[in-house]
C-alpha cells in the first residue's frame, strides 16, 4: 500500500492550548474499469481492507446539472475501487443508499432509472446480490440495519420524508410520515436511539428539525434550537447517547455559511458554538467527527464551482477544525481538498476526497 504522509502546523483560530500538530495521510485511489469519472460520496469501511461508497459524478452543460451515481467497493483500503454496474442513479438527491452490518450482509437501495425503486441484499460480502421486490413506498435515501432482520430507514417521497422499519431482513416495511420536505439525515446508536433530521415545511429560508426516538420509531420528540437558528442539515455525531454534534449549511446569499451546534442531553436541545472559521458566505462545514469528548474535527470548505463544465468541490480554503478541549477553542489545518464524508475508524478519522481516502490522526495536545 502506498501512502502519502503530510504534517501541517497547526495554526489556532483564538486562544487556545499550545500549538499541536496533526498528521494527514493521504490514500490515492482510482476507480478500475468504471465508465464515469467518479468522486467518493458517502462511505463505509468494515476494516481498513474493505470499504463501500456511493461514486458520484455531477456536470454543467447549459445550465442543466446532471448527477449520476453508482456504488464503489475496495478490498485493498481505498487504492482500487470497482463499481457495482447493476447500481445506476441520475438526477439530483438520489444518491443509492447502502448499509453493511459486517463483511457479509449488506443492503443497497436506490430509485432506478425507470421509475422503480429498488431494494437488492447480499450475504456473501456482494458476490451476489438478491433483488427483495420490497415496497417501500418511497425512495430510500438512508439505511441502517441492526442485524440480519431488524433495520431502519428515511424515505424521500413527493408528499415529504417518511420513516420505514422492517423486521424479516428488508422485505417488509413498514412506515410512518415525517413532517419534513425530506430526511437529509438519519443516525440510529442502536434499535432504539436515533435521530432523523431536515428542514422544517413552509418556511422561507432553512430552519433545521430534528427528531429524537428512544423507542425504534414508535414514538418521536422535537429537538429545540436556539431563536432564529438558521440551515439545512448537513452532518450529525454523537460521541455517546448523551453528547452530540450538529452542523448546519445555510445555501442563501445572505446567511453565514454553516454553524456548528452541540447537545449533551442526548439531541433534545443545542447550543450553537461561533467559530470565525464557519462565518462567510459560500462557507460549508462538510463533516464532524469526535474521537472523545474533547477531541474532535470539523471539515470545511467553500462552495462548489464550476470548473471546465463539471461542478467540483473547490480546494481553496478546505481545511479541518480540531479541537482538544470539547470544542472550547479550535485550530485550523488546511487541507489539499475538501472532503464528502468521514467516519472513525480505529482511532482515526477517515474521510472521501475525490477518489481519495484522508486520514486524520488526533493531534498532540
Not at 159 to 188: C, H, M, S
Request: proline residues 5%; aromatic residues 10%; charged residues 20%.
Amino acid at each position: 500500500m502506498i501512502i502519502v504522509a503530510a504534517m501541517w502546523s497547526w495554526q489556532p483560530l483564538r486562544a487556545a492550548p499550545a500549538a499541536s500538530i496533526a498528521t494527514v495521510e493521504m490514500v490515492h485511489g482510482r476507480c478500475v474499469g468504471c465508465e464515469r469519472p467518479f468522486q467518493l460520496g458517502e462511505l463505509q469501511f468494515l476494516d481498513v481492507l474493505e470499504g463501500w461508497a456511493v461514486g458520484f459524478v455531477v456536470s454543467v452543460f447549459n445550465g442543466h446539472i446532471s448527477q449520476y451515481s453508482s456504488i464503489l467497493h475496495t478490498t485493498d483500503g481505498g487504492l482500487t475501487w470497482g463499481a457495482l454496474k447493476s447500481v445506476d442513479t441520475y438526477g439530483v438527491e438520489v444518491d443509492p443508499a447502502f448499509y453493511f452490518t459486517d463483511r457479509r450482509q449488506g443492503w443497497i437501495g436506490w430509485p432506478g432509472t425507470d421509475g422503480e425503486d429498488r431494494l437488492i441484499r447480499t450475504k456473501d460480502g456482494g458476490r451476489s446480490w438478491r433483488n427483495l421486490h420490497a415496497r417501500l413506498e418511497g425512495t430510500p435515501v438512508h439505511l441502517r440495519l441492526f442485524d440480519s432482520q431488524f433495520g431502519v430507514a428515511a424515505l424521500s417521497t413527493s408528499e415529504g420524508a417518511r420513516f420505514a422499519v422492517t423486521t424479516n431482513g428488508g422485505g417488509i416495511w413498514k412506515n410512518q410520515p415525517i413532517d419534513l420536505p425530506y430526511p437529509d439525515i438519519l443516525l440510529f446508536l442502536n434499535r432504539n436511539v436515533g435521530w432523523v433530521g431536515g428542514v422544517m415545511n413552509g418556511t422561507q429560508g432553512f430552519t433545521p428539525r430534528l427528531f429524537l426516538t428512544t423507542n425504534g420509531g414508535k414514538s418521536w420528540s422535537e429537538a429545540s434550537f436556539p431563536e432564529k437558528t438558521s440551515g439545512d442539515p448537513r452532518d450529525l455525531f454523537f460521541v455517546n447517547p448523551e453528547h452530540g454534534w450538529l452542523v448546519l449549511w445555510n445555501r442563501g446569499t445572505k446567511e453565514p455559511g454553516s454553524a456548528l451546534l452541540e447537545s449533551t442531553d442526548g439531541g433534545r436541545s443545542w447550543i450553537a458554538h461561533h467559530i470565525s472559521a464557519l462565518d462567510g458566505i459560500g462557507r460549508r462545514a462538510n463533516a464532524v467527527r469526535f474521537l472523545s469528548d474533547k477531541t474532535g474535527f470539523v471539515f470545511i470548505s467553500d462552495a462548489a464551482t464550476k470548473e471546465s463544465g463539471i461542478l467540483s468541490p473547490s480546494t481553496n480554503n478546505a481545511a479541518v477544525l480540531s479541537t482538544v478541549d470539547g470544542g472550547r477553542t479550535w485550530q485550523r489545518l488546511a487541507l489539499p481538498a475538501a472532503v464528502q464524508s468521514c467516519q472513525v475508524l480505529r482511532g482515526e478519522v477517515w474521510c472521501s476526497s475525490g477518489m481519495d481516502i484522508m486520514k486524520i490522526h488526533a493531534p498532540v495536545p
